[in-house]
């Protein structure tokens, strides 16, 4: 009787785990991905593989089709010279006035950490992954130094104060 109760508590613990510290040591072994540590489930403070982002090649992969394609899911005020913003996810016009780049890492390296049950992609991530097409097999969709370029674009996303409605 004591040892199933011990069982059962075993297995709701490992379950706890799974998406914390496990995926960091799964990402290690992997040579395209960057390791990186999750801080409070909210936060990656530490830039990955400690580059540095470039806020003109963030832009041209936030809105590239085959790159970040955030424009599908994402409005933003500052980039209306592209048409078609998705709707999905919040706008992201004013995000750098509420988020730091520790939080926005995270969201981009592994969304499902914040919100389990969002729809949004984990763009530097290998495992655990569902539908992947084939030629993402095995790769992120984004490199780190991709990750970084966004970041540094993302961050750049202030509305003035008299414009915010
Ligand atoms: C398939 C749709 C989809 C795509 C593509 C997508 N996102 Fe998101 N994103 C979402 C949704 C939905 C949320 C809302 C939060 C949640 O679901 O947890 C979100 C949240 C965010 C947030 C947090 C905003 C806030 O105010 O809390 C940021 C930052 C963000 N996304 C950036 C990006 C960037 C940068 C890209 C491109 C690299 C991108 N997203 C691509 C759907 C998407």
Do not use: W
Request: aromatic share 4%; net charge positive; with cysteine.
């Amino acid at each position: 009787m004591k040892s199933i109760a011990k069982l059962a508590l075993g297995g709701v613990i490992a379950a706890g785990l799974v998406a914390g510290p496990t995926l960091a040591g799964d990402n290690m072994k992997t040579a395209k991905l960057a390791s990186y540590k999750v801080v409070d489930d909210i936060a990656i403070p530490e830039p990955l593989a400690g580059k540095k982002g470039d806020p003109a090649r963030g832009e041209k992969l936030f809105v590239a089709r085959k790159k970040g394609n955030c424009l599908a899911c994402h409005k933003v005020e500052q980039l209306k010279q592209h048409l078609f913003h998705g709707e999905i996810g919040p706008e992201l016009s004013d995000v750098a006035s509420n988020m730091t780049p520790a939080e926005m890492r995270l969201r981009l390296v592994d969304p499902k950490i914040v919100n389990p049950e969002t729809i949004m992609p984990s763009f530097h991530k290998v495992k655990g992954l569902h539908r992947v097409m084939k030629k993402f097999k095995g790769k992120p969709v984004l490199s780190a130094q991709e990750i970084e370029d966004i970041i540094a674009f993302v961050q750049t996303l202030k509305m003035p104060k008299q414009a915010k409605k």
